[in-house]
DNA sequence: CTTCCACTGCACACAGGTGTACAGCGAGAC
DNA sequence: GTCTCGCTGTACACCTGTGTGCAGTGGAAG
């Protein structure tokens, strides 16, 4: 990692900041405009645009963020030779801040630029049916569904309860995890004593 | 009922025609503007501001029909004495085509109308919550969240999944049934009986 | 000290949606 | 037949957000 000029290095933390409050604001307010964005950053809208060109590609360089930090957890999670089901916890642990932080693609998802998110969305999607596949195999998994529609609807509950009220606190990652036990198949007691299990 | 007159027979039928439009379009396209509404009506812009004088209106006048609509079915099902998790299964029966008819509320709970919308969902919360709270009591529900919470999150997975590409045919309503009883605590055995004891 | 350049601060053009005003028109009401 | 009034068609004013242009400034780079 070669020395980077100040001025080369302050302008990359210029746009983190921007990547960062963005991120932070429009997961209060998805529809929040450049101006409000620039104002959080404590910067013009005119150097906003300096950085991404346009309101897509800002979105797009979240999304790329986002899909960057969950297809590491999931890389990690499926490399271990646990059962499925405790996979699922043990991502779903690791996933809950990241799935809060991008609460704002959930919203995003709809709209003008569903079609982009969606598109890079892609790899996720294929690491998140891998797992649930492999626990389908292993008889811990439901299969009233295939396991490429299981496992949509099973982190689309993650992604919802971490968008909702109970986001706050313990007790969101507590129910996002049983709850999307539970729905894919994995008995209560079990569910139960898989949470209660974590460090 | 008295026979109306003519003139406001077919002025109630431009409202309501204006009404089932919108509800179809805004299924489709949330943030479809009053033009679009109104062509789609087979109306002029002006006309439609003559029967909604703001967009509230309509977002509002289409939330209480979903509200006439679900209360109604969630007061049936509520007065039958079956037990909770049957209950359960003949509520999001009657329940699936409404809410796929208003999957529109699901992407404009969020933003500018939220506050409208999520007030006037004030009483089909509190059914709902009631009917969970009967399952959990008589030990066919889960616990490991109150009966306010958990409803929010089993209806929310049910809309959720009116809203997305399964919604089609009967695997949508299937899937949305079986995935709620699970997360709600219903044994996988149980669930795939209760279903397929359907007519 | 001079050059470079990220950022500022203001300007503008443009697009799209909302809500209003007003002069009609045509079919049902009287 | 005349009146009423729901709907038309077109025009407006207004607001909000996007993206661009350009002169200027201050601090690091050379």
């Known amino acids: 990692m070669p020395a980077k000029s100040s001025r080369a290095r302050s302008m990359i933390e210029t746009r983190d900041r921007i990547l960062d409050v963005a991120l932070a604001l429009l997961g209060e307010k998805p529809d929040a405009g450049m101006g409000e964005i620039a104002a959080a950053a404590g910067v013009v809208r005119r150097t906003v645009y300096d950085h991404f060109p346009s309101r897509l590609d800002l979105v797009r360089t979240l999304t790329e963020r986002a899909v960057a930090e969950m297809t590491a ?46 598109g890079l969305l892609g790899p996720v999607d294929e690491l998140l049916a891998d797992l649930v596949q492999r626990g389908q195999d292993g008889g811990v998994f439901a299969q009233y569904l295939p ?31 049983i709850t999307s036990l539970l729905m894919l198949g994995v008995p209560e007691t079990r569910a139960i004593a898989l949470v209660t299990d974590q460090p």
């Open 147 to 177: 396991a490429a529609l299981l496992s949509q609807v099973a982190y689309g509950v993650v992604f919802a309860i971490a968008d909702s009220d109970l986001s706050q606190g313990t007790l969101g990652a507590r129910a996002a995890t």
């Open 73 to 118: 957890v999931l890389a990690e999670v499926n490399a271990s030779d646990a059962e499925a089901d405790a996979a699922w916890v043990e991502f779903i642990a690791r996933l809950w801040p990241v799935a809060h932080r991008y609460r704002v693609l959930l919203a995003l998802r709809r709209g003008e630029y569903g079609e982009t998110i969606h």
